[in-house]
């Protein structure tokens, strides 16, 4: 036994040894040389990939609370439950009306003037209500025959009415009403109920509840604090609508922008591809009813300052599911939508899309520069595809920049046939996923150092690190959002910030989950009905965006790149409209470490630098809804030396210090 102590006693202190030598240590050479400008970085470089995954936009970002408020998922009655009180005699029934846009209504019949038959919509896994917040609620009614009156009515998550209001008047043929109400308490699980009294036959479509404090407040709007986080990454630009989405399992369940334009009750539902794709994550009751839709998503990306980058069908069905593909010779019609968008987008508003636009509220252009031609696509017949589209858009519109496929996985033959052939193709950009184990991003943070610098530029659209579920016993949804994971991606990031001229867009994906009714982790923002979190590898993103600079400044320890000497990664930028150096130091030992950071040009100058720093020690630790502020970033005020500025960053930290620069 104490033999044993004696042994303990021994490692311990040995250990405080080690510890105390790694402060003892001469402080390690970091220098920044501001000699000659860098390679200039583009404002797109940082941006969001926004896809209608795990229930990221309907149930999401688009902020209608009613679900399946059409009547139009496979079973018309999916989230409704209806009733008879106090004697109402009465019943539903579903008509199908033989439009292809908008098929279905429902009629309501109540034979005698007695209680109420009511309708209720449980939303998207409930629904979320603010106390004093105000709920507009909207609904197209016909009223076939004698005289009923339509009333409607939340409820709290034990039924509890907090909130009522009786649409006036409802008469004659299909017209729709408005009437809002406030909510008497918050809650998060509530529900809908429409109340129908009186006698007679009534005929009801697009049953819909919006809170009135969306984005901007805009009807049909997305989801106010959501955008809000959108908002404060500035991405430079934004990916739509994915993804696989875009792919669809089949030809016909593909993302066709055309079909989510105009009126909202005659933008085609389809299912989403995500409702039956995983086999322990179904969900059901996930359809697309294209309530956000491309007009919608231009006008965020205007909102947010983000350059659109639309990723369109190429004539391919997703190859992990059908790998249908349209035949060459009937590709046409899939072209077309390409070039048809690029009007939407930029055309006169005398062009038949520019008119479009302009009738739906933005006469200005939405200044498209560039779109993905197919997804994750592989294989010989993308490239036949890619050809096609490829030859057809930039013979009309030249100056239109084109992201090509690298495939799935980051390396191997589907990449590397790609990777040759999209260069070929001249490609602007190729799009490379990764969705890898943390350990592969510390150590590929070198991947872009020797790529060509005079061929198609690099988009990283999708990456992720993903931990193994082993590692993680926490069963919360975000708990794979973990900590390491956030500090492998900085530590990665700061290869891509290093090579900026070749890599010239990234974008974490996915971006949202629901926590009750995800398919993919980790993602970027977890929320609920009504609260959102920002997760460890959120921050992440938001500082390399927020901090991205104007060009790249050269970064030495030894006079080599840092990239994971000793698990140290750094890089560094020049931002020369705001005059600032900006160095970021990525720490993925969990030991502290003590550097001189000395800036060639600029010696015996003293300063103020700020200094926002991520950290924690215990590396599976995840923001939730429950405890968000976990990890957050911490900012201070430091004093700063140009010649020779001691710096010690905590282990497992991310850091950004921002130095008053000007050349
Ligand atoms: O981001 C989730 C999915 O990952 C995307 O839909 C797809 O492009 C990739 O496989």
Not at 105 to 120: E, H, I, P
Not at 257 to 282: C, F, P, Y
């Amino acid at each position: 036994m104490i033999k044993k102590i004696a042994r303990t006693i021994l490692i311990l202190s040995s250990s405080i040894w080690m510890a105390n030598q790694v402060y003892a240590q001469a402080p390690e050479k970091l220098v920044v040389h501001l000699d000659k400008p860098g390679a200039k970085i583009e404002p797109t470089m940082w941006g969001i990939f926004f896809e209608d995954i795990n229930f990221g936009a309907d149930g999401g970002l688009y902020a209608e609370m009613v679900k399946n408020r059409s009547f139009e998922f496979n079973d018309p009655l999916m989230g409704w439950d209806d009733k008879l009180v106090d004697g109402a005699e009465g019943s539903i029934l579903i008509v199908n009306r033989t439009s292809s846009t908008n098929p279905r209504f429902a009629g309501v019949s109540l034979k005698n003037r007695k209680g109420s038959y009511v309708l209720t919509n449980e939303g998207f896994r409930g629904m979320g209500f603010e106390k004093d917040h105000q709920y507009n609620f909207s609904v197209m009614a016909h009223a076939v025959e004698g005289n009923v009156k339509v009333s409607v009515e939340a409820v709290n998550e034990s039924g509890k009415p907090i909130g009522r209001a009786t649409l006036e008047d409802v008469k004659g043929d299909w017209k729709t009403y408005h009437v809002s109400f406030s909510a008497g308490e918050t809650s998060s699980k509530g529900k809908l109920n429409v109340i129908f009294e009186g006698q007679g036959k009534i005929e009801i479509d697009m049953v819909s509840l919006f809170p009135a404090d969306t984005w901007k407040h805009r009807p049909n709007g997305l989801r106010a604090d959501l955008v809000q986080k959108l908002a404060d990454m500035h991405p430079g630009f934004m990916r739509f609508p994915g993804g696989c989405i875009v792919e669809g399992r089949d030809l016909a369940n593909r993302y066709q922008w055309k079909s989510t334009l105009g009126d909202i009750a005659d933008r085609k539902l389809i299912l989403n591809r995500w409702n039956v794709e995983m086999r322990d994550h179904q969900t059901p009751d996930y359809f697309q009813s294209f309530g956000l839709g491309f007009y919608e998503y231009f006008q965020l990306c205007d909102d947010i300052g983000a350059s659109p980058l639309p990723i369109l069908n190429c004539g391919m069905a997703c190859q992990y599911n059908s790998a249908e593909v349209v035949s060459l010779n009937q590709i046409d019609p899939f072209i077309q939508d390409a070039l048809d968008l690029i009007e939407f987008a930029n055309g006169g508003t005398d062009t038949k899309w520019g008119a479009l636009r302009a009738a739906m509220g933005h006469p200005a252009p939405f200044n498209l520069k560039m779109i993905g031609v197919g997804n994750e696509q592989w294989g010989e017949q993308y490239v036949d595809r890619f050809k096609l589209f490829s030859k057809a858009i930039w013979a009309k519109y030249p100056q239109i920049k084109l992201v090509g496929s690298a495939g799935p996985y980051p390396g191997g033959d589907l990449f590397n046939y790609l990777n040759k052939v999209m260069r070929q193709e001249k490609a602007s950009f190729i799009d490379e996923h990764y969705y890898m184990r943390p350990e592969w991003f510390l150590k590929n943070a070198t991947r872009y150092d020797n790529y060509d610098r005079n061929s198609s530029k690099i988009f990283a659209g999708e990456y992720a690190a993903h931990i193994d579920d082993k590692t993680q016993k926490d069963t919360a949804a975000e708990s794979h959002n973990t900590w390491y994971s956030a500090l492998s991606e900085a530590a990665f990031m700061t290869g891509l910030e290093r090579n900026a001229d070749v890599v010239q867009m990234a974008s974490y994906a996915p971006l949202l989950a629901r926590v009750d009714a995800w398919q993919w982790r980790p993602d970027l923002i977890w929320f609920d009905n009504l609260h959102s979190v920002a997760t460890p590898n959120y921050y992440v993103q938001q500082l390399f965006s927020n901090y991205k600079g104007t060009n790249i400044a050269s970064l030495t320890l030894n006079d080599k790149a840092v990239t994971g000497q000793d698990s140290l990664y750094s890089s560094a930028v020049i931002d020369s409209a705001k005059k600032q150096l900006i160095i970021k130091v990525v720490n993925a030992s969990s030991t502290p470490r003590n550097f001189e950071l000395s800036l060639g040009a600029l010696k015996g100058k003293t300063s103020k630098a700020q200094w926002v720093q991520l950290a924690c020690t215990d590396k599976l630790a995840f923001n939730s809804l429950a405890h968000p502020d976990v990890i957050r970033p911490e900012t201070k005020i430091i004093g700063w030396n140009y010649k020779n500025q001691a710096i010690k960053v905590e282990g497992s930290s991310v850091n950004v210090f921002v130095v008053p620069y000007e050349r």
